[in-house]
């Protein structure tokens, strides 16, 4: 990439976050150009270097400029682990061998201060938390709070109750105006659901 084209897309990319919660012109741009896919109302993500093509990100999702996803790994059982052998830019190999999966980060997962997810993990479920310095290297439940080297689960956000009844609300689905308005409506679930509270806002 010539420098020009760097300072180009810099000056694109500072110009599109200015609202990167809710512009469909970034989002549209991630993906047609780097292979990541973002949801509306998430942010924090629109790097390229920290989240690599084939990463679906979903809805609300929350991550710390310090937050990066690792696609994979070097290839351990090759002559060399160099990038000489998966990166065709360098002009040895005509395509990359390498082939990861994508990477599925559910709606309203918060990912804190440098936080790791490795190419081990492939899914990080709803509502899931990742605790700062975190490193991830497997699938993350829905829910569940990770933290450690390697990340292990602290506990889960909600009972079991409550998030199938979180599960059936399909609250992320709301546009902002929709969750101004249940915030409006219904602070006391929105600030401590429960599977009753989330029950009766339903037959409401």
Known sequence: MSLL????????????????????????????????????????????????????????????????????????????????????????VGKNPLDPAWLNIEDDVWVSHNATITPGCKRVGRGAVIAAGAVVTKDVPPYAIMAGVPATIVRYRFDPETQAALEASRWWELDKAALADLVRREPDTVNKPTAEKLAALKRA
């Open 5 to 92: 084209s760097k300072i180009v897309e810099r000056l694109k990319l500072r110009y599109l976050t200015r609202n990167e919660y809710e512009n469909l012109e970034l989002r549209k741009w991630f993906a047609d150009s780097f292979g990541v896919e973002v949801g509306l109302y998430s942010y924090g993500c629109f790097d390229r270097w920290r989240f690599p093509a084939r990463t679906r990100i979903g809805r609300y999702c929350s991550f710390a400029k310090s937050a990066r996803v690792l696609d994979a790994n070097h290839p351990m059982d090759a002559l060399t682990t160099h990038p000489y052998l998966y990166d065709p830019g360098h002009g040895v």
